[in-house]
């Protein structure tokens, strides 16, 4: 079973759209992450979540909303966003944060 | 804030030929991360190192903690190398915390 899971693969949404993103890891790690991948441009981490705790928020506007009801599962609610957003976003996970991460395979989010 | 600097940005080899990609970095770390990113947006991770040399198959990473430098080499490279390749640093950011630094990665193309 792949370690890391992301749900949808793909989505399509409208400005005026509420969506969520999500993630799942199998792997018993404590520390969850979301990153943003636009074109030609380097990951950027977004939020960091060790243990259910947010520790990080690299000033993400408030249209992105996580969520982590445990250290298996991490969402990100999406609402009112820009077609700037549209991007591939990455949920990772690791042991303790900071250790080698482990990638899912990214939504392909488009915002029309 | 450490800098994260990978070259080249694109690289173009033949098949069968050495290959070489750099990642240099500006301040002290705990470990280095080289991840391989597949079209599609895949990620893996391929090593983490924090001195000398690791070899996986036709991969070798190496890194230089005086010089702040690393490399990472494919040995006979093969069109299935083809995909981009990211250097990423874990450094201490202070209250018991690390952060990873991402570079820009570097887009490797083998031609048959």
């Known amino acids: 079973e792949t370690g890391v899971t992301q749900t949808p693969r793909h989505l399509v949404m409208g400005m005026t759209n509420k969506k969520s993103l999500k993630c799942e890891q199998h792997l018993g790690h404590n520390a969850m992450y979301w990153y943003k991948q636009s074109a030609k441009k380097p990951l950027e981490l977004m939020f960091v979540y060790n243990f259910k705790e947010q520790t990080e928020n690299n000033s993400v506007p408030s249209r992105f909303s996580p969520e982590c009801p445990n250290s298996s599962h991490l969402f990100l609610h999406l609402h009112t966003l820009q077609p700037e957003d549209s991007a591939l976003y990455l949920c990772?996970?690791?042991?303790?944060?900071?250790?080698?991460?482990?990638f899912g395979p990214g939504t392909r989010l488009t915002v029309l | 804030k450490n800098e994260v600097e990978q070259s080249p940005q694109n690289l173009t080899a033949q098949e069968g030929e050495f290959i070489t990609i750099n990642c240099s970095y500006s301040?002290?770390?705990?470990?280095l991360h080289w991840l391989q990113q597949h079209p599609g947006g895949g990620i893996v991770s391929l090593f983490m190192?924090?001195?000398g040399k690791k070899k996986h198959g036709r991969l070798i990473a190496t890194i230089n903690i005086q010089e702040k430098h690393s490399s990472l080499h494919i040995t006979a490279s093969h069109p299935r190398d083809s995909a981009v390749y990211i250097c990423a640093v874990r450094a201490y950011s202070g209250a018991g915390s690390y952060q990873l630094t991402f570079g820009k990665g570097t887009k490797l193309s083998v031609i048959p």
């Open positions: 190192l924090s001195s």
């Open positions: 990772a996970s690791s042991p303790t944060p900071g250790d080698t991460q482990y």
């Open positions: 301040v002290g770390i705990s470990a």
